[in-house]
């Protein structure tokens, strides 16, 4: 198909490119014109997002603009006038599954004809996904980006009413958006976002292509957002961003993150988290401050990626393997009691075996309550890409069945020296199998099933825990 001159193409060169000037924060750019307003009526959508929390909460922004649209959520795709796939470009697997599923949906326009296929999120942002789209996939009606969600009654109404393929996309960041819609998922934890991009290029790493150039927003709009949802019964909030600890540098916010984490700790709201913490900006402020107060949970996902310096250094991360064991042990010594976690990437190009096995070592030594590991993936337009990915796939994938080894071995140890102990837990629910068994998340955010009885979604109980596994604990509800 040829390119439309009315589209806007994904530019990952220039989205590369950072301006000196500050975000400026837009409260009121978002509307919905008055032809537009009815346009779901009737209608029913199927969203589904992939990828990280900041997608998530994506996901909860565009589902609040379809509502206010009148379009009703429904949970399969065959039930669906409109298909959204919000998704991830973080590693090419995610990237294959997503258009494979693309691919398979398209049969659905047979029985219903007027069916709207949308993409959006990461993906979005990339040149080569979006020339695909236009030449392989030509069911798909609409495809934006992460900057103009807020566009979004505009560019559906294109492609329903006007039958018109629409595809933009901004390559510049832009504004901070304040006053979209939202629809939570979560009926007493929250998503939100404190800061939105990111500027540390991790050589490996497409996000700061597609999310663009770290924007805080002003601590004013993030505390109103929290009184909110503390009004509305919210028991836990997770700050988001891609680096928390960068939160507020844009503004010149004096004591940036731990200003915030203190003025949100204030507020009393049972529970706060906060993802994710880069090791390089993480001050003794900030630990300071999660050390102090009982409602800043003390569990820290801190993403090592790798536990050799030099392959630090080429993956961009701006600290030693040295330097995060010193930032690891100062966290452990003042916070008491907190679990941790963290990311790992293997196979990186020119990763020797020594190397590896440094990387084996720092995890023996921090003893992770959690790990999310990953194979090297190359994403086009960064820099590690353009170095040759020459580790054979074979000893990637050994590399990470062995860290899985010793990943699950902490995973399982850890959650071992629980049994016997009582944590409190945020209740998320009954479970799906059987509904005298609730599940919920400690204070270290481990997942636990326990027996119960009276027990409402977002209470706080303490329960006593029988049983131990890898990802999960058994317990039973400690009677008041
Ligand atoms: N901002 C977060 C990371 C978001 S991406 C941070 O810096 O911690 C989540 C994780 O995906 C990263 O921590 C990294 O381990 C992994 N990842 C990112 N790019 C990758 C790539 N090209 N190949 C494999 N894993 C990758
Ligand atoms: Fe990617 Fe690094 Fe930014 Fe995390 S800090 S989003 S890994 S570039
Ligand atoms: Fe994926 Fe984009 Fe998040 S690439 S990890 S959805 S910021």
């Not at 398979?104 to 789209?133: F, H, W």
């Not at 569990?299 to 993956?315: R, T």
């Not at 590399?399 to 959650?415: A, F, P, V, Y």
């Amino acid at each position: 198909m040829k390119k439309d001159q009315h589209w806007s193409m994904p530019d990952l060169k220039e989205a590369q490119k950072r301006s000196k000037q500050q975000a400026a924060i837009e409260k009121s750019l978002f509307n919905i014109p008055p032809e537009v307003k009815n346009i779901g009526v009737g209608r029913k959508y199927y969203l589904r997002t992939y990828g990280c929390q900041a997608n998530e909460r994506d996901g909860e922004t565009i589902a609040g603009i379809l509502e206010q649209l009148s379009f009703e959520p429904v949970n399969t795709p065959e039930e669906a006038d409109l298909i959204l796939m919000n998704t991830c470009a973080i590693r090419k697997n995610a990237e294959d599954k997503v258009l494979g599923e693309l691919g398979s949906l398209k049969r659905l326009r047979r029985k219903n004809p007027d069916l709207i296929y949308g993409l959006c999120g990461c993906m979005a942002q990339e040149e080569d996904v979006v020339n695909t789209i236009i030449e392989k996939y030509d069911h798909v009606d609409l495809v934006f980006g992460t900057h103009n969600i807020h566009r979004l009654p505009i560019l559906l109404y294109q492609a329903m009413m006007a039958k018109e393929r629409t595809i933009e996309v901004f390559s510049k960041e832009g504004e901070v958006i304040e006053n979209l819609p939202v629809k939570r998922f979560g009926t007493h934890k929250a998503w939100v976002n404190i800061m939105y991009g990111c500027d540390k290029f991790c050589t490996y790493c497409i996000v700061p292509y597609t999310r663009g150039k770290e924007r805080s927003r002003l601590p004013e709009d993030i505390m109103d957002e929290i009184h909110t949802l503390i009004a509305e019964g919210y028991k836990e909030v997770t700050l988001l961003g891609q680096n928390v600890n960068s939160y507020g540098k844009d503004l010149h916010i004096e004591g940036g993150f731990a200003y915030l984490l203190e003025e949100v700790a204030k507020t009393g709201i049972e529970r706060i988290r906060f993802m994710t913490s880069h090791p390089w900006d993480f001050s003794d402020e900030m630990i300071d401050v999660i050390a102090k107060y009982d409602n800043i949970m003390p569990f820290i996902h801190l993403p090592v990626q790798s536990g050799n310096s030099e392959i630090l250094k080429i993956m961009g991360r701006r600290y030693t393997a040295e330097e995060y064991m010193t930032l690891f042990n100062k966290l452990k010594a003042k916070v008491k009691n907190a679990a941790f976690s963290t990311d790992i990437i293997v196979g990186f190009p020119n990763e020797t075996d020594e190397q590896f096995q440094d990387t084996l070592k720092l995890v023996d030594e921090c003893q992770f309550d959690n790990a999310f590991t990953f194979i090297y993936s190359p994403r086009v337009g960064t820099p590690a890409a353009k170095m040759e990915d020459n580790i054979p796939m074979e000893v990637k994938e050994a590399r990470l069945q062995e860290l899985m080894k010793h990943t699950d071995h902490w995973s399982h140890i850890k959650n071992e020296a629980y049994k016997g102990k009582i944590v409190k837990v945020l209740v998320d629910g009954p479970s799906k199998k059987n509904p005298n068994v609730f599940s919920g998340h400690s204070e270290t955010n481990k997942l636990i099933n326990f027996k119960g009885e009276n027990i409402q979604c977002g209470d706080i109980v303490d329960v006593l825990i029988t049983e131990t596994k890898s990802w999960s604990m058994d317990g039973e509800l400690v009677k008041q």
